[in-house]
């Protein structure tokens, strides 16, 4: 059985920096990119970031303008975001999820396998 499952989510200050983990349990680890999704209240979910099975390969949405970093530790079967320079905007539930093998390149959540349930991030103003 596949299991994904977040941490690190919780309140920082505008400004401040947050990292989430994303371990995943249950299949091969190193066969799967992983996504990073968030969902804004009011607004549709956005995929924001995604590693490919190697680690070689990295996306980010254009909307981060470089403050987010997305890097995994096979022997952990753990994928980190760390997220910086956090404004109120950033404030969302963040999603983990698995695809096989390599990202697609727009970070669309179409072909993804297996969702965690999510960690809260609150940036306060």
């Known amino acids: 059985q596949v299991q994904v499952k977040e941490s690190g989510g919780g309140v920082v200050q505008r400004g401040g920096s947050l990292r989430l983990s994303c371990t995943v349990s249950g299949l091969v680890f190193n066969d799967y990119a992983v996504n990073w999704f968030r969902q804004a209240p009011g607004k549709e979910r956005e995929g924001i970031s995604c590693?490919?099975?190697?680690?070689?390969?990295?996306y980010y949405a254009d909307s981060l303008k470089g403050r987010f970093s997305i890097s995994r530790d096979d022997a952990k079967n753990t994928v980190y975001l760390e997220m910086n320079s956090l404004t109120p905007e950033d404030t969302a539930m963040y999603y983990c999820?698995?695809?096989?093998?390599?990202?697609?390149?727009?970070?669309?959540?179409?072909?993804?396998?297996?969702w965690g349930k999510g960690t809260l991030v609150t940036v306060s103003p």
């Open positions: 999820a698995t695809k096989r093998y390599d990202c697609s390149p727009n970070l669309s959540d179409a072909e993804i396998n297996d």
């Open positions: 590693i490919n099975w190697s680690g070689y390969m990295k």
